[in-house]
């Protein structure tokens, strides 16, 4: 993912730079590294979007996730 995908993805979810340094755990400068093309866009980051994108999630359906519920329906 190029950083100009990466502002395209973000913008697609209606998500400002800040906004998704914050989703993604990262530091704001990290983003616009990313944008700039300073620093690749990590494969995990490029996968998150795009799944967001093709299964209409919006960043609130990911910030309100809480690992141990979801890890509880798969444990054996």
Known sequence: ????????AINHLKM??????????VNASTAR???SGARAVPTAVEKLL?????????????LHLNPEDILDRVAP
């Not at 993912?1 to 395209?8: P, R, S, V």
């Not at 400002?16 to 755990?25: E, F, H, I, N, P």
């Open 1 to 8: 993912m190029t950083g100009e995908q990466y502002q395209q």
């Open 16 to 25: 400002t730079q800040v906004a998704s340094s914050r989703l993604l755990g």
């Open 33 to 35: 590294r990313w944008i």
């Open 50 to 62: 795009l799944v967001m994108i093709h299964c209409g999630l919006t960043p609130d359906h990911i």
